[in-house]
């Protein structure tokens, strides 16, 4: 069984940065490609960034290209998601995700274990 626990969030000025951490137990961390996907109140959860098994650049939303930076440290089976200038609109529930397969893709079906989120709110 894997497991994924999210932490980092917080509340932060507009402007401001936060690190999200998850990390991975149960499974082989180094073969998964790992996802973050958010959701706000009242919205549809959405990918934000990704990262394959076998490469070491990020896949990115739009809405958070240049901002935000995904990365993973296989040693301690935990992924990473650095954001700065934080907007507002970024607020969210932040999900970490798991597909077996590897890829880094956008598809949040294709993800098969899924942490409990951490809350991250912006202020204006």
């Known amino acids: 069984q894997v497991q994924l626990v999210e932490s980092g969030g917080g509340l932060v000025q507009a402007g401001g940065s936060l690190r999200l951490s998850c990390a991975a137990s149960?499974?082989?961390?180094?073969?998964?490609?790992m996802g973050w996907f958010r959701q706000a109140p009242g919205k549809e959860r959405e990918f934000v960034a990704a990262?394959?098994?076998?490469?070491?650049?990020?896949n990115y939303a739009d809405s958070v290209k240049g901002r935000f930076t995904i990365s993973r440290d296989n040693a301690k089976n935990t992924v990473y998601l650095q954001m700065n200038s934080l907007k507002p609109e970024d607020t969210a529930v932040y999900y970490c995700?798991?597909?077996?397969?590897?890829?880094?893709?956008?598809?949040?079906?294709?993800?098969?274990?899924w942490g409990q989120g951490t809350q991250v709110t912006v202020s204006s």
């Open positions: 990262i394959s098994w076998n490469w070491s650049g990020g």
């Open positions: 995700a798991a597909n077996p397969r590897g890829g880094g893709t956008i598809v949040v079906g294709l993800y098969a274990y």
């Open positions: 149960g499974g082989s961390f180094s073969t998964y490609g």
